[in-house]
Each structure stands twice: as structure tokens, then as C-alpha cells.
């Protein structure tokens, strides 16, 4: 079965410092994989995809992700972590059995130090 | 475009109560669900539809139940309430085929005591 893994529940940095949220996938094809975020007391955006082609992929608010099939890692990075980015992330993959499902990670709270 | 809407925002209800969770998308979105989220467990769905009649189930079907008479709206039923439903809440909706693109609405704080 697929599986989603984001590792560490609560990650924390300063202000102005590398963001690395982490991402581990499971599964047999070529995944899609996606980053969602979500801000306090709101739903989740979607941040960032990848579907097919370049294997770096940007998204908002300065947010990229990279694809690493050898790794089965999608980990979130931001160069320089900003007040305004903490919020909890989410990573995901679209389900194999099902055009309409997402395999969702547990989330991760991105914590900002002033 | 309003997007997706939900009502309530919050709701307490005793255990052995019904109610309904509403949802409304105004984006002529075929694909619609619900979603449970609960503290380091990420998202689990509930019920999906991929249009108008058509419903089926998701991860963690049992003790709701959904209908779709209409493509703006999929509400979810609450049939006889449990502490363990204790949730926030999440309807999301999307282009036919792009599922994994959802447009998600602000969420339900649900406490059942």
C-alpha cells in the first residue's frame, strides 16, 4: 500500500534561516506528488506539484520541492524562512487505485523563531 | 467567487445527536469531499463524489453518510454522534480529473461530549 512520511511532527527555525520540511513516499509508479499548507484556523492550499517533466518544481511564497526517485523523497525547502510561513504542511501523493484519492502525510508544524 | 463555504464553524453536540455538516462549492467543480483531520494523523476521507448522484465511500466511512442532488452542494450527516468524531472537518472540491488539485473550505470544529 502506499504510505506518505514526513518526518518530524514540529520543525523549527529562525527567522531568516533554511526551511527543510521532509517527505518520504512509497510506490511502485511514478508518483504525483504535492505539498499542501495550511495556515491557522484555515483549510489547505495547495503550495506545490509534481506531475511529470523538470524534477525541481516552485510553488508560492518562494516554496520549492524537489523529486528524487532514488530517494523516493519530495522534501520542501525555502532559502529564507519569513514570520509569515509558519503554518502546518502537508505532503501527499496521488493513490494508484484511484483517480479522486490523495495518500496524505501527517503534517508537519513549521514553527518560525524571531 | 465565494469558493468552498462550510457551516458551522462550530458546533458542540452531545453524544447520540444528528446533525449535518454543510458544504458549498460555487466553482462548478464535478469532484467533492469530505475529510476528517485529527492531531498528528494528517487528512482521512470520509465520503467523495465525482458528480451529482454519485457518492462513494473513503477511508473511514462508518457513522457518516453523504448525498450529492446537486453539484454545489454535499453535505455530510452526522447519524447518531460519538466523542470519537471529536474533528475538525474539511470539504474540498475540484475539476473532474485534477482530484489532486482540491480547493479546500476554512473547516468545521466539531466537539462531541
Known amino acids: 500500500a502506499q504510505s506518505v512520511t514526513q518526518l518530524g511532527s514540529h520543525v523549527s527555525v529562525s527567522e531568516g534561516a533554511l526551511v527543510l520540511l521532509r517527505c518520504n513516499y512509497s510506490?511502485?509508479?511514478?508518483?504525483?506528488l504535492f505539498w499542501y499548507v495550511q495556515y491557522p484556523n484555515q483549510g489547505l492550499q495547495l503550495l506545490l506539484k509534481?506531475?511529470?517533466?523538470a524534477t525541481l518544481v516552485k510553488g508560492i511564497n518562494g516554496f520549492e520541492a524537489e523529486f528524487k526517485k532514488s530517494e523516493t523523497s519530495f522534501h520542501l525547502t525555502k532559502p529564507s524562512a519569513h514570520m509569515s510561513d509558519a503554518a502546518e504542511y502537508f505532503c501527499a501523493v496521488k493513490g494508484l487505485d484511484s483517480n479522486y484519492q490523495l495518500i496524505w502525510g501527517a503534517g508537519t508544524k513549521l514553527i518560525i523563531k524571531p | 467567487n465565494a469558493g468552498v463555504t462550510q457551516t458551522p464553524k462550530f458546533q458542540v453536540l452531545k453524544t447520540g445527536q444528528s446533525m449535518t455538516l454543510q458544504c458549498a462549492q460555487d466553482?462548478?467543480?464535478?469532484?467533492m469531499s469530505w475529510y476528517r483531520q485529527d492531531p498528528g494523523m494528517g487528512l482521512r476521507l470520509i465520503h467523495y463524489?465525482?458528480?451529482?448522484?454519485?457518492?462513494d465511500q473513503g477511508e473511514v466511512p462508518n457513522g457518516y453518510n453523504v448525498s450529492r442532488s446537486t453539484t454545489e452542494d454535499f453535505p455530510l450527516r452526522l447519524l447518531s454522534a460519538a466523542p470519537s468524531q471529536t474533528s475538525v472537518y474539511f470539504c474540498a472540491s475540484s475539476v473532474s480529473g485534477r482530484a489532486h488539485e482540491q480547493y479546500f473550505g476554512p473547516g468545521t470544529r466539531l466537539t462531541v461530549t
Open positions: 463524489s465525482v458528480g451529482a448522484g454519485i457518492t
Open positions: 466553482m462548478n467543480h464535478e469532484y
Open positions: 510506490s511502485s509508479v511514478p508518483p504525483y
Open positions: 509534481y506531475t511529470t517533466g
